[in-house]
């Protein structure tokens, strides 16, 4: 990564902007935030103007396509998700800026007083049908009452009001004591809570008393509609509620031609708008003086000579160019992972923790591949691990070429899934053991037999746990000590050569020696005095590299890593789990079957598609989390601090147009 100072003069800023947006080579310096110490001699940049009226036709052009949208006919469910509709690239030219403006003028012009007219009236219908809604719900409950709704309210003599209770008898009570007090109700509900339409007429002289009843007793309904009985009332909405989804359909219709002959040219014209006003809006991160502008940003070494040669070119070298080597601390580059195309799913992993600093070792690969690994063995069924296989096949065939996301994601679903089976068939365990108890008719009986150097396959990690824990433990001593080589290289990379010959190297001898002490002591295994007394010293010296770079504290340090070590027992743990309910619902399935002739056997089939699809989710959940666990902080703890950014370089991204070649 080199750090890069361009000094340009104003005629040609537009031209050198034009041309960094179209390389996308450079990572472009807000001056302000990072660059504050150039800004204390020169004049901050500011945003080109043009840029608010780029944001103001945006706005206009969003709120356009955010009517169509909504009107456009969707599809829907598994068959949205498998075959998603890709919008239309449309092809425009490289046109000067009031041109887009002119373009954007015209367009709107013609369609946007249309369409918000439509939509206006949309809204006004769809807010009138909330009314009515309202009105019925409420005249619902009282469509048995023979009276007219214009006799609600007050008039010189009396006062009739309407509404719902849940406590008729309380009600009554109080209407008692009112003279000349009538009261009507009908129950509307049943239940622990029954509730009652209500109807309350009185004297004028009584209205404070019945205000207080309908405040403490009364839910009041208040209608839209001031004439006519309940029924004719509700009769009538209904057929206005007809007549309103009318004319919505009119509505509807009218905008869905403007959405088959103008969303996609909105989008298209909205992106162009969207590119020229970063464009505009770049600047304000630049500084100025009275006749050049200062820009300031990070790029490729590799890219170093393309990037000044094309920008001498465009501003005919009205530009002075400089280029240095940036120092990771006040200047935190940012970071550049580069990746083979098949692993770009990985980087998401190792986002999710943190990104690697300038200068760190990239752990995307390594991280991956023991990923992958791990997964594969804590899920540890072949039969899970080839519908997983096969899911991921057809996300990565099928779904994949609408989006790069689950492309990425579906490749390393595909290895994981090859993983998984293959493990699963090294263990044992298909459904767990479907084939033996449904195929075979006898769930003693292994997947296959074979003896290959001397060792007996499959394993059985049900029946031979510990043989599955010694693989487990070897691998997670394998993945730690990867760690702790790439602790040492990256201390000696930043030149921290104590911490190199202490902290991040003692690991090797306390291991060999410990290792071997712990087989001599534990594991009853022959060894020499020669051999033993090295075993002390190497421990020895380990111990005194730890005490120099931790002092007593750095004891702690030891029981760390034991316990990181024995965190992989997790292997097992998992695999365990996901063969143990398998085989559980094998059994329980098995003897539902039998329990009911012809109708269990279907019973059976829809109880083990069923539960062995839960067990696939849940142990796949369980194997992702804790392989990801096992990267995070067993091995990352190991040589990994993260906290950078990543380079991102200020480019085009078009996704609905692209400029049309001349000829």
């Not at 034991?562 to 998992?574: C, P, Q």
Request: glycine content about 8%; overall charge neutral; aromatic content about 12%.
């Amino acid at each position: 990564m080199k750090k890069v100072s361009l000094v340009v003069h104003q005629n040609y800023v537009e031209d050198v902007i034009k041309n960094l947006y179209e390389t996308g080579l450079i990572e472009i310096i807000d001056i302000k935030r990072d660059g504050k110490e150039i800004l204390d001699d020169l004049e901050k940049g500011q945003i080109n103007p043009d840029a608010v009226t780029c944001l103001e036709y945006e706005l206009r052009l969003t709120r356009l396509i955010d009517i169509l949208k909504k009107i456009k006919p969707k599809k829907s469910g598994i068959k949205e998700f498998l075959n998603p509709e890709l919008p239309e690239i449309k092809s425009i030219k490289d046109r000067t800026l009031d041109d887009v403006f002119s373009h954007a003028e015209g367009v709107l012009g013609e369609i946007e007083k249309k369409i918000l007219e439509l939509e206006h009236k949309k809204q006004e219908l769809d807010e009138r049908v909330e009314q009515i809604k309202l009105d019925l719900d409420q005249l619902d409950f009282i469509h048995d009452f023979e009276f007219d709704l214009s006799y609600l309210g007050e008039s010189n003599y009396l006062i009739i009001k309407t509404g719902k209770t849940d406590d008729l008898e309380g009600l009554k009570k109080e209407t008692d004591k009112i003279d000349n007090a009538a009261i009507f109700s009908k129950q509307i509900s049943n239940g622990k809570k029954p509730e009652w339409s209500i109807l309350i007429a009185a004297y004028i002289t009584e209205k404070e008393k019945i205000e207080r009843i309908f405040r403490e007793k009364i839910t009041e309904f208040k209608f839209n509609v001031t004439q006519g009985s309940p029924r004719e009332i509700i009769n009538s909405l209904n057929k206005e509620i007809k007549q309103i989804q009318k004319q919505k359909k009119e509505i509807t219709s009218k905008l869905q031609t403007y959405v088959k002959n103008q969303l996609d040219d909105l989008l298209a014209l909205r992106e162009e708008i969207q590119l020229e006003r970063i464009k505009k809006e770049i600047s304000k991160n630049f500084a100025k003086t009275n006749s050049t502008y200062i820009i300031q940003g990070w790029v490729l070494e590799k890219d170093e000579k393309f990037l000044n040669e094309s920008l001498t070119e465009v501003s005919k070298d009205f530009i002075i160019c400089n280029f240095e080597t940036p120092s990771e601390n006040p200047d935190n580059p940012p970071t550049y992972i580069k990746t083979p195309r098949w692993a770009e799913g990985f980087k998401s992993l190792v986002g999710m923790f943190a990104f690697p600093k300038y200068n760190e070792i990239n752990p995307t690969i390594i991280m991956g591949i023991f990923f992958i690994l791990f997964f594969g063995v804590m899920l540890g069924d072949a039969g899970y691990g080839l519908v997983l296989l096969f899911l991921s096949l057809f996300g990565y065939i099928k779904i994949g070429k609408h989006s790069r996301l689950i492309r990425d994601w579906a490749f390393m679903g595909i290895w994981m899934g090859i993983i998984t089976t293959v493990v699963g068939f090294l263990t044992n365990s298909f459904f767990g053991d479907f084939i033996p108890r449904f195929i075979y008719g006898d769930p003693e009986l292994p997947l296959y037999s074979i003896k290959i150097a001397g060792i007996s396959l499959p394993a059985n990690s049900i029946k031979d746990p510990i043989a599955i824990l010694i693989i487990a433990l070897i691998l997670g001593l394998a993945h730690l000590n990867v760690g702790v080589v790439l602790g040492l290289i990256q201390a000696f990379k930043r030149k921290k050569y104590k911490q190199a010959l202490t902290l991040k190297s003692c690991w090797i001898p306390l291991q060999l020696g410990g290792g071997m002490l712990i087989g001599y002591y534990i594991l009853d295994f022959p060894l020499s005095n020669m051999l033993f007394y090295i075993a002390i010293m190497l421990v020895i010296i380990g111990i005194i590299q730890l005490f120099i770079s931790e002092g007593p504290i750095g004891f702690f340090g030891i029981t760390g890593y034991i316990g990181d070590w024995l965190s992989y027992a997790r292997l097992l743990a998992l695999g365990l789990a996901t063969g143990g309910m398998a085989l559980a619902f094998n059994v329980v399935s098995q003897q539902i079957g039998g329990m009911i002739p012809f109708v269990g056997i279907v019973i059976m089939i829809i109880l083990l598609f069923f539960a062995h699809l839960v067990n696939l989710g849940l142990q796949s959940l369980g194997a992702g989390i804790h392989s990801l666990r096992l990267q995070y902080v067993e091995f990352f703890n190991r040589f990994y601090e993260g906290g950078g950014h990543e380079f991102t370089p200020f480019k085009i991204k078009r996704r609905y147009t692209k400029i049309e070649k001349e000829k």
